[in-house]
């Protein structure tokens, strides 16, 4: 059984920063590829980065591209997200999804079968 588990977050200023972390259990991040979503309330969800181990390859959504950075380690099997720079439009529910030897140029939603439960990042002064 898949399971992602995501933590990290909070109420955090603007302009600061804050890291977010995925476990994923019953999956190997060699394998899986991790993406992370977010949805802001009224919002659709969009994709903010991608992490494919198998590919060696990251990927952006254009509105935190140079601000957020995706890393994985392999051995603790975990990826993490650091969020700089953080503006109050990056409010949201930020979710860990998987999915198996999926390309991080695929970076729909639609595509991603394993989801984490999400975790709120509010960014306010």
């Known amino acids: 059984q898949v399971q992602l588990v995501e933590s990290g977050g909070g109420v955090v200023q603007p302009g600061t920063s804050t890291k977010l972390s995925c476990v994923p259990f019953?999956?190997?991040?060699?394998?899986?590829?991790i993406a992370w979503f977010r949805q802001a309330p009224g919002r659709e969800r969009e994709v903010v980065s991608c992490i494919s181990l198998l590919e060696r390859r990251t990927a952006y959504g254009d509105s935190v591209k140079g601000r957020f950075t995706v890393s994985g380690d392999a051995v603790k099997n975990t990826v993490h997200l650091q969020l700089n720079n953080l503006k109050p439009e990056d409010t949201a529910v930020y979710y860990c999804a998987s999915e198996p030897a999926l390309s991080c140029w695929v970076l729909g939603a639609q595509y991603y079968r394993f989801w984490g439960h999400g975790i709120q990042v509010t960014v306010s002064s």
């Open positions: 019953g999956i190997s991040l060699e394998n899986y590829t």
